[in-house]
């Protein structure tokens, strides 16, 4: 995989978790919420709905070849984050402040950044 294509996944994987968890804001706060938020308001089938969402940052990650040990920190933000939904209203809030996919995509980043600047240059 070239560093080229690990960048274009990466740039998709923030791209995703942008409207995912912060694709609007609450005007005069630093709230932002997205999709999953909004989704995630429908009991068990909004968290789930937004489990399998959450999912293509990982899907990303794996066609990145990123490591074993990320994709499953990966999916075990994705499954806190599917816990927590599952209590009302707790879950709703958690759905703001957790910002799974947010959190997916910079650990996405920190891996290609990491990789990245392990590589060495060609002259």
Same mark, same amino acid.
């Given at each position: ?32 919420? #997205? &999709? =999953?938020?909004?989704? !995630?308001?429908? /009991? $068990?089938? *909004? @968290?789930? +709905?937004?489990? %399998? ?25 994705? #499954? &806190? =984050?599917?816990?927590? !939904?599952?209590? /009302? $209203?707790? *879950? @709703?809030? +958690?759905?703001? %402040? ?26």
């Amino acid at each position: 995989m070239t560093d080229d294509e690990i960048a274009r996944r990466v740039r998709r994987s923030r791209q995703w978790a942008n409207l995912l968890d912060a694709a609007w804001g609450i005007p005069y706060t630093r709230w932002r919420f #997205g &999709l =999953d938020s909004l989704i !995630g308001i429908l /009991p $068990i089938a *909004g @968290d789930l +709905a937004g489990a %399998a969402l959450g999912l293509g940052i990982v899907w990303q990650a794996r066609q990145a070849a990123a490591p074993r040990s990320l994709q499953v920190k990966l999916l075990g933000n994705i #499954g &806190l =984050d599917l816990v927590l !939904g599952a209590v /009302p $209203i707790v *879950g @709703d809030i +958690a759905d703001v %402040a957790f910002r799974k996919n947010q959190r997916n995509a910079a650990l996405l980043e920190k891996w290609a950044a990491q990789r990245q600047a392990a590589t060495p240059r060609r002259a």
